[in-house]
């Protein structure tokens, strides 16, 4: 069972890494990958009950591939342009899906489902915002044509708008994480005397 502060085997690094060198690119692979998971687990319960074994990782495997296809067309025909830079990450949320069918996620309460997409939507639009704010200097230039962004640096450090930029990002983010949770375990302990 997935529970929603363990995000390990189910947490896609390719995914995350490639798709949040902008806002933009985050934003439409997080618009793209709920609507895909969210048909998804719909369409395979009434399958669940029928099949078993390799029969339902088959019927699983065809449908999430099937689902992903039909939304990098529709990606093409509407976001040309953001399908063509971030495109090559969309096969990855057949594999998203079926890694979460394998783990039982669909199977689990709505209220942790919610949870763990609340949690790993957060990593993907902080690593976003981080990413393209200090690697490029400014917020949001390609949510819009008109609109420029919100510039906010001069320059940016180009290293954090590559894959080995976004590790380091992760890197720190995990770290102040740990450090957050550190300091309040600490501060919950009572010293007795």
Known sequence: MIRPTNL????????LLGTSATLAGALGMLLMSSVV????????GPLRSRLSGNNLMLAS???????????????QRWA???????GIYAGLIALQCVVLEYNGFFGQAFGLRLTFFVLSSGLLLALAVL???FGQ?????????????????????????L????????????????????STALSKETHHP
């Open 163 to 182: 894959v080995p930029g976004a590790f380091i990002v992760l890197g720190l983010l995990l770290a102040a994480r740990q450090a957050w949770t550190r």
């Open 8 to 15: 390990t085997n189910t947490l896609m690094l390719m995914l």
């Open 80 to 86: 040309l342009q953001w399908q063509q830079s971030i």
């Open 131 to 133: 990413r393209e704010l």
């Open 137 to 161: 200097g400014h917020i949001g230039r390609g949510l819009s044509e008109h609109w420029q962004g919100l510039v906010l640096l001069s320059d940016g450090l180009h290293l954090l708008t």
């Open 37 to 44: 998971v969210a048909v998804y687990g719909a369409c395979i």
């Open 61 to 75: 495997l065809l449908l999430a591939a099937t689902l992903t296809s039909c939304a990098n067309i529709l990606a």
